[in-house]
């Protein structure tokens, strides 16, 4: 049981680069996240999915975009990098979504991006 | 300005001594959850106390919420260096247009102290 991963962990591109950054969970978690983590800011949430197929936008959706092919499998992509998406990119799963009991997050170890 | 901030945004204490970190919030909740997160790391979830409880207890951590004021305050008593990470609040609230919003904090750093 390897909970959530993310991969890769590390990663720099150049402006302009596109990359896509792959979380998997093993949990069959409904619910997939991703969040981006900058110094002083805490966690944002850039967008998120309540099932297998469907997406939504979280706070900070501008220049990323997300699918969920697979109910194990939520991509996050970046078409365009730019130096403001520097940041390190956590993704995590839940049972469950609203009040109430199950909707604890699991996350993953993150990945470090980095745009030169 | 975010929903949840944590105060202080870093604390540092003696091993054995207990550490109060603060989270204050602007709307209505349904939950509020506690985060640790050790450097590098992921977060890792504590402690969930719904808006109808006042006061939750798991191991060496206390959590008391309360709605009025709209804080939330994490003890973690007797500290070990090992309880050395960030720890960040992370509110639950629905919204108008159907759905579900959680928005973390910007965290508190604690350093125990061996």
């Known amino acids: 049981n390897a909970g959530v991963t993310q991969t890769p962990k590390f990663r720099v591109l150049k402006t302009g680069q596109s990359m896509t950054l792959l979380c998997a969970q093993d949990m069959n978690h409904e619910y997939m996240y991703w969040y981006r983590q900058d110094p002083g800011m805490g966690l944002r949430l850039i967008h998120y999915s309540v099932g297998e197929g469907t997406t939504a936008k979280g706070e900070v959706p501008d220049g990323y975009n997300v699918s969920r092919l697979k109910k194990q499998n939520f991509l996050l992509g970046l078409e365009s990098a730019a130096p403001s998406q520097t940041s390190v990119y956590f993704c995590?799963?839940?049972?469950?979504?609203?009040?109430?009991?199950?909707?604890?997050?699991?996350f993953g170890p993150g990945t470090r991006l980095t745009v030169l | 300005s975010q929903q949840g901030e944590e105060d202080p945004q870093a604390l540092s204490i003696q091993e054995g001594e207990n550490a109060t970190m603060n989270c204050s919030y602007k709307t209505s909740i349904n939950n509020l959850q506690w985060y640790r997160q050790n450097s590098g790391r992921g977060l890792v979830h504590l402690i969930l106390i719904r808006s109808n409880e006042r006061e939750k207890h798991s191991g060496r951590l206390r959590v008391t919420l309360d709605t009025s004021k709209k804080s939330s305050s994490l003890l973690i008593t007797a500290s070990r260096a090992a309880d050395t990470a960030s720890y960040f609040c992370a509110t639950g609230r629905g919204t108008t247009s159907g759905t579900y919003k959680y928005i973390f904090g910007t965290g508190t750093r604690l350093k125990v102290l061996a």
């Open positions: 995590a799963s839940s049972y469950w979504m609203g009040g109430g009991s199950n909707n604890e997050q699991f």
